[in-house]
């Protein structure tokens, strides 16, 4: 997958700007947390996140060198359910803004401290 830029939606810059506060983390961080909690729970399928106003973030910010790894992530739980379906690399990109606006939601709500990340990120390695 290639792309050099990826903008994430009003409601989700806004939650990190409060989860940034209660953390300490970067958001570039929160949103791959926030994208691997979203991976977990499922397919977005078609739905989309409501806008791409907010934050924007370079690839490699976002990724790093990790970035065909989150693509083979997401083609894999979106296209699970799908014998040989397959997804271009913009449909990828705006599943993982959807993913993203997801998976920060859930975060604003379950992280209040530092210790909420790693307790999640406990919870998802004991699954």
Same mark, same amino acid.
């Given at each position: 997958m290639h792309?050099?830029?990826v903008s994430i939606s009003l409601d989700?810059?806004?939650k990190l700007r409060s989860l940034r506060q209660r953390t300490g983390l970067t958001p570039n961080l929160l949103c791959r947390f926030g994208l691997m909690l979203s991976l977990e729970e499922g397919p977005v399928g078609t739905?989309?996140?409501?806008d791409q @106003?907010?934050? @924007?973030?370079?690839a490699y910010t976002l990724t790093g060198e990790l970035n065909g790894v989150f693509a083979s992530l997401i083609r894999f739980v979106e296209c699970e359910d799908?014998?040989?379906a397959s997804l271009d690399d913009a449909e990828v990109l705006a599943r993982m803004q959807a993913h993203i606006h997801r998976g920060v939601g859930t975060l604003a709500v379950r992280a209040k401290s530092p210790v909420d990340i790693a307790r999640l990120g406990m919870n998802?390695?004991?699954?």
């Amino acid at each position: 997958m290639h792309f050099s830029k990826v903008s994430i939606s009003l409601d989700a810059t806004s939650k990190l700007r409060s989860l940034r506060q209660r953390t300490g983390l970067t958001p570039n961080l929160l949103c791959r947390f926030g994208l691997m909690l979203s991976l977990e729970e499922g397919p977005v399928g078609t739905v989309r996140a409501p806008d791409q @106003e907010g934050q @924007e973030f370079n690839a490699y910010t976002l990724t790093g060198e990790l970035n065909g790894v989150f693509a083979s992530l997401i083609r894999f739980v979106e296209c699970e359910d799908e014998e040989g379906a397959s997804l271009d690399d913009a449909e990828v990109l705006a599943r993982m803004q959807a993913h993203i606006h997801r998976g920060v939601g859930t975060l604003a709500v379950r992280a209040k401290s530092p210790v909420d990340i790693a307790r999640l990120g406990m919870n998802a390695l004991a699954a």
